[in-house]
């Protein structure tokens, strides 16, 4: 039913458009006097192959716009579409098979299945689509995130790390149009944060994989194409790539 | 600290009613019980003591001993006038009492299911004596009429003045319905009926010529009871007796309370094992909810509660659970015991009711049961929570320490396994224990066993979910496989959801197999016996029906037709079956086993020769020659002598223990009648022949005729309604383990709420959600079933291996347990189908930031 082939097939005929696109988006939380608006109108357009960082102050409406251009959550107005497809009024079924086949996660709590040994966590989602691995690829991205002598253990055998290496082994491993990464490295040492900010730079070098990347810590926004700054809610700045000290610098001014 | 653990009740509402539905069940069933057999005991005491209401006398025929089943001799009438003529007796009656079977409108006979079909024949003149309230029309007064039961009137359309067919002895007569009558205050005398007669008719019709069964006397004004019976007895004749009024009605009650204490055990039985089943549910969901908790306990330790703050807590939560539940299923058990009812009619055991009798007793033994289940259970668990320590508070991912115990817990439940089997082995093998004792030994072994076999089941888990998850992986795909791996994640908690459901389908596969073992037994031993080609015997299998029949079966050319008479009879002083075999044809369609003798010796039967089976011949020391003495219920005396001894298969022995000749049974006995008639045709069974000997029955209602195959294949059916109940009783405990499997699989669903989050989101879809969950849902039902079939045909080789002497055999009813295996797998299903729902209904973005 769903393969790969067909999604390839329409990133093929959209190239022109970013790949993932959001115009007008708002998002509501609540009603009445506590309402909160997330987010308060953002247009963004991501071409393929670049790797986005997005930063801003805590509340400032990152992980509400991550979900919503993930089609985890829906925006109050506005419109998102991945691939040039419209998300927005997607039901369940289409949405998850969107998941399946164009969009890959990163969680900051690495979220691994227990019972499942690294290898299987690994290919959970080709399973759950129920296509067969392809043996090379499997090896191949095994080996990017180096956890060959890993692949039999499970979860709670592994360190920090290397959990959140077989969830980027997981989220590599059905080719996804999108990458999405909630602060990837937030629960991890700065040494090992490092090793997995290049682990996604290299992917996006070697495979042309587009990724939206939500950070707090510069270090990690410098590695990226492109910067996003939110606060309340709004794209207050839209950089190239730029270094650590300027994105610091940056964020001080925001918070000014 | 109560406030803590009673608010965190009302904020796991419901959990809580998950785990209160698990005892509510068996309570009920409990409560059930009693309101069901105390409202039947109340109608047959009402039944019993307005029978006597007017009366303080009673004289009854009595027969030289009482048999257990067969109604006292009737004694001369002339006995009234000799009561009515003593200075004391105020007014006397005399009355007739048998059995007479009514049809129905299409001219059927009427079947009680097993209740009698009585009938009476009343003298009316005296309205004191007479326990019957006409609702219509008038007493029966000459030959043709008679007054039915309200009951029948009602549930065949008759009404006074219709014609109605009675079957007394011999062949139906028509009698034209005077009158409809009830029994006093009692509602339903279930499905008994009676006929009433004036008194000249029934002694015609029941061949009672001048003879009564009994006469009702009252006293004159301020003669005692007592003083009216001694009085009466000198009159008497030899072969009737005198009771007071009051008496009467005890001993009648007595044996109807011996069969309502037996229903009432029976079913309450059932609801210890519904309970039983509870508190393995409840046991594991408190394991569960305990687990989940840690941190709440922790934090509650580190603010400053004691352990046993803690502990109290559980408990009381335990204590709200099992008090909420038991008086909910005390008050469910009023709706129950209307439903055990309508289950015992629909199994042909329908019994007179009267007002609903809710009695503290019920309340009382309905709570504490309830309660007391629901906090042993808790026990564990509470224990559990007190282990917590404070510093999980603030570690992450914090898990229950193992208990002290735990590495000891494979060797307590091996001595719990091994303790059970101790007892269930001493409650079937040993010698020389009272019933009790052997009841109470396999019951509380079987217990205690099914605790031993959950305790290590969890080790068990593993190879059995990956086996039995095989089909799982193959139909379901990823779905399936995660939920193989759902399964063995938690050892211990899949082991006592299962073994829940594991002790209802033991006792199912247990009953099953003994009952296809009964029914082997049953058709081998009719095998190795009968040589006929047909068989007749009355409607309902066993009740003796009158000889008549053999002689219009004769008739039919090309046939020899054997007539087996029987009655209980004391042979040298023991109650035994006595049969009258005719000794010329008994070979021909019967055969013997000799130990003593050979079908020779049954030509010297004639001349008061006897036959005797072996276990009896044993008991006795009776070998070839030696002498006998037969006595009958209305006290005539044989002597006999032995002239053969033969074996016959000990569990269906169609012929008594003693065989006298057919024509010193008929000349001895009174009343004589047929257990069986043999038929043997020449040319063996033929569908033409067949229809010749129907016809030839036309006349005589209540017997039917068989081939010898469906003979025994109809006397093999006969455990088939007991088999049913006990199925639907044993289905009880099942839904309890259902309620389990719902349980915990709300309660993991709740658990892996983020790891749900996640599979959505790298693209679970909803089905595959549902799918998960149904499949882990019937891996455990799977696991509880196959653990259950094991040990129920463990015990039924047991239990076979204590029968072998009674003649029991083995035998696997495969098709059974490949029904019983669907099933479980149906009901894993169906316990799926909530917890898959919710599960399937979650916000994944709520999922994944679900701490
Ligand atoms: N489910 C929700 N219900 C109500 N308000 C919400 C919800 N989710 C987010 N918000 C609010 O929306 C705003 C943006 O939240 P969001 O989680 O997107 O911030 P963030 O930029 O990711 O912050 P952080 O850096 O702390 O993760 C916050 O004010 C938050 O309180
Ligand atoms: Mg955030």
Redesign the interface.
Known sequence: METMAEGDSIGATRAARGVVSASGVTRRFGEGDTAVDALRGVTLDVPRGQFTAVMGPSGSGKSTLMHILAGLDRPTAGEVSIDGIDITRMGDQELTLLRRNHIGFIFQFFNLLPMLTAAENITLPLDLAGTKPDKAWVEEIVAKVGLGDRRAHRPSELSGGQQQRVAIARALISKPTVLFADEPTGNLDSTTGEEILHLLRDSVDTYGQTTLMVTHEPRAAAMADRILFLADGLIVRDAGKSTASEVLAAMNELRR | MIGVSLKGLAGRKLRATLTALAIVLGVAMISGTYVLTDTIEKAFDSLFVEAYAGTDAVVTGKGAFETDFGLPPPFDEGVLADVKALPDVEAAVGGISDFAQLTDKQGDLISTQGAPALAFGIDTSEERFNALKLTAGAWPSGPGEVVIDAGTADQEGYGVGDTIGVAAEGPIREFTISGIAKFGSVDSIGSATFAVFDIPTAQTLFDKPGQLDGIQAAAKEGVAPQQLVDEIQPILPVGTEVQTADQEAKDATKDVADFTKFIRYFLLAFGGIALFVGAFVIFNTLSITVAQRVREFATLRTIGASRRQVLGSVILEALVIGLVASVVGLFAGLGLAKGLNSVLVSFGLDLPTAGIVFAGRTVAVSVVAGVVITLVAGILPAVRATRVPPIAAVREGATLPRSRFSRFSPYIAAITTVLGLALLLYGMFADDIGIGQRLGGIGAGCLILFVGVAGFSARLVRPLASVLGWPAVRVG???G??AR??S??NPHRTAATAAALMIGLALITFVAVLAQGLRDSVGDAIDRQVNADYVVVSDDNFTPFEPASDAALAAVPGTEVVGIRGDRGRANGTEENVTGIDPAAIASVYDFDWVEGSDESLASLADGGAIVEQSFADDEALSVGSPLRVETPNGTQLSVEVKGVYKAPPFWEMLGNVSISREAFDASFQDPKNLYTFISVTGGATAGGERALEAALVDFPGVKLDTKSGFSKSQQDSIGPLLNLLYVLLALSVIVSLFGIVNTLVLSVFERT??L??????????R?VRRMIRHESVITAMIGAVLGMVLGLFLAVLVTQALKDEGVIFSVPVVNLVVFAAIAVLAGMAAAIFPARRAARLN??EA?QYE
């Open positions: 795909g990823a779905a496989r995660l791996e759902n063995m994640r983020r790891e989050g996640m599979l959505r989101a790298v693209g679970m879809t909803r595959q994944v973005l994944l």
